[in-house]
Nanobody, 122 residues
């Protein structure tokens, strides 16, 4: 059974930083592309960042480019999202996802975590 478990969310002031982690089990982690999506209340789930299975290529939504960094440690079966210079509009539930190809759209994702709340106060 595949499990993706996010952690690291919380409440932070604007301009602050958080680091999200997603621990994977039940799959050959090094064979999967991984990504982060987010969903704010009343909005659709949107792409945030993605990383290939090797970690050599990364992709970002324009709204987070230059502020967020995705990385992975295949030895620990974990993917990370370092979020800096946080803004109130970054407030959302953040979801980890995995898929066989680059996970830039929700349809490319085979597996999802349960989500972790990130709240940025102004």
């Amino acid at each position: 059974q595949v499990q993706l478990v996010e952690s690291g969310g919380g409440l932070v002031q604007a301009g602050g930083s958080l680091r999200l982690s997603c621990a994977a089990s039940g799959l050959t982690f090094g064979s999967y592309a991984m990504g982060w999506f987010r969903q704010a209340p009343g909005k659709e789930r949107e792409f945030v960042a993605a990383i290939t299975w090797s970690g050599l290529s990364t992709y970002y939504a324009d709204s987070v480019k230059g502020r967020f960094t995705i990385s992975r440690d295949n030895a620990k079966n974990t993917v990370y999202l370092q979020m800096n210079s946080l803004k109130p509009e970054d407030t959302a539930v953040y979801y980890c996802a995995g898929g066989r190809v680059v996970v830039i759209t929700t349809s490319q994702c085979d597996y999802w975590g349960q989500g972790t709340q990130v709240t940025v106060s102004s």
